[in-house]
């Protein structure tokens, strides 16, 4: 039994009843629709998998149908079926990109077989949105451990000299020093600012936690900024010197997505810098335009990635820190550079600063502005 939902749109009713009862043996669900009108009505109730339709209706052509549940925003995949073989439905149906299209009268085995090789496609799919979904929610469960760490790090300062504060002022009240009262205005403004900087933190890592999916327009100069105040303290904590150089283009796309992958790739240089005590720490950033495309480049003089693995480290779960590192980040990475309209590389690279020959490993991110998509214009 083929286990997907099916709706078959047929104007003629005898033809509609004899392929609905064919197909019923061998499918789980079927429901019969005899107007592209009823169609329009109950598709949206029903969610089906896919759409059998006949084109060549009465009132409305079952490609008009198509293109009126597509202005909806229903993309259900279709099997459009015709006893006519006019180059202009061809044309019509590459353009909608429907599912596949089939000649009057109609092979009940060709179809049936059309239709198992989708439900295979279809079971394929949810497989693998099942795993894109648990690798987001690793992904966010990481960073945000990440960046419980690094709030733990931002606070520790402040908390101290909140203490400190306190501890002062309650040994002033206890022995009553003679300036004691003109000290108390330093110690409270100590205090407040100390929580004013906790607040910021605070609102920092919830702009980055937030899952935001709205597009917006945003300059990266800002979002790299944004980043700096993520990771300050362990760069200072250290002694990693970030060096920028970055052309202030404005970018219109997933603000919050693209400083994950930047995240995910400055923490990695972190890491393998903290490795590296008798050696000065540098991650340089550059930004700049080619062509109209976008270009992110971040390397470090950590040494550089082993060849052996290179090619290795975009896939799923593959880490090199052993049971410290969940293998996520930079596949994650790749995929949200991906459905950015972008793409991301790395390798290594040995270049020159401060007359010092260092190496390291680089990755390039190219960002490109999103492609109208080309239509195919029918005469009348």
């Excluded at 020159?352 to 998509?373: D, M, Q, R, V």
Aim: charged share 30%; proline share 4%; net charge negative.
């Amino acid at each position: 039994m083929i286990e997907i939902k099916l709706v078959i749109v047929e104007d003629d009713k005898q033809l509609l009843k004899q392929i609905s009862r064919i197909l019923k043996r061998e499918i789980s669900e079927v429901y019969s629709l005899s107007s592209p009108e009823e169609a329009l009505k109950r598709i949206p109730e029903i969610h089906p998998d896919i759409i059998l339709s006949d084109i060549n209706m009465p009132k409305m052509s079952g490609i008009d149908m198509y293109k009126e549940l597509q202005n909806k925003n229903i993309d259900i995949p279709i099997i459009l079926a015709s006893a006519f073989t006019e180059p202009k439905y061809f044309l019509e149906a590459i353009r909608l990109k429907v599912k596949n299209f089939i000649i009057k009268p109609i092979n009940v085995d060709h179809l049936l077989s059309e239709i198992k090789n989708f439900e295979k496609e279809l079971i394929e799919k949810k497989e693998h949105k099942t795993k894109e979904d648990l690798f987001v929610v690793q992904s966010r469960m990481a960073a945000m451990g990440e960046m419980l760490t690094n709030i733990a790090h931002q606070w520790k300062q402040p908390l101290n000299t909140i203490s400190l504060c306190a501890s002062s002022l309650q040994l002033d009240l206890e022995l009553k020093p003679k300036n004691y009262e003109e000290e108390f205005p330093i110690y409270i403004n100590h205090i407040i600012d100390s929580v004013k900087y906790m607040s910021t933190t605070i609102e920092d890592f919830q702009d980055y936690l937030k899952p935001n999916k709205l597009e917006t327009c945003f300059y990266l100069k800002e979002t790299f900024k944004k980043v700096e105040k993520l990771i300050d303290i362990q760069c200072k904590t250290n002694n990693i010197t970030i060096i920028k150089n970055i052309t202030n283009t404005n970018f219109c796309s997933y603000q919050n997505e693209l400083i994950q992958v930047i995240l995910n790739i400055l923490k990695n240089s972190i890491d393998e810098l903290i490795k590296k005590e008798d050696l000065d720490k540098y991650i340089f950033i550059d930004v700049y335009n080619k062509d109209k495309d976008i270009i992110i480049e971040i390397k470090d003089n950590a040494g550089g990635i082993d060849p052996s693995i290179i090619n290795l480290i975009f896939n799923p779960y593959f880490s090199t820190k052993k049971d410290k590192g969940t293998g996520i980040g930079l596949y994650m990475s790749k995929q949200i550079i991906e459905n950015l309209n972008g793409k991301i590389e790395v390798d290594n690279s040995i270049y020159f600063y401060n007359n010092i020959n260092y190496t390291g490993a680089i990755f390039t991110i190219t960002l490109s502005p999103i492609k109208k998509e080309l239509t195919i214009e029918l005469e009348n």
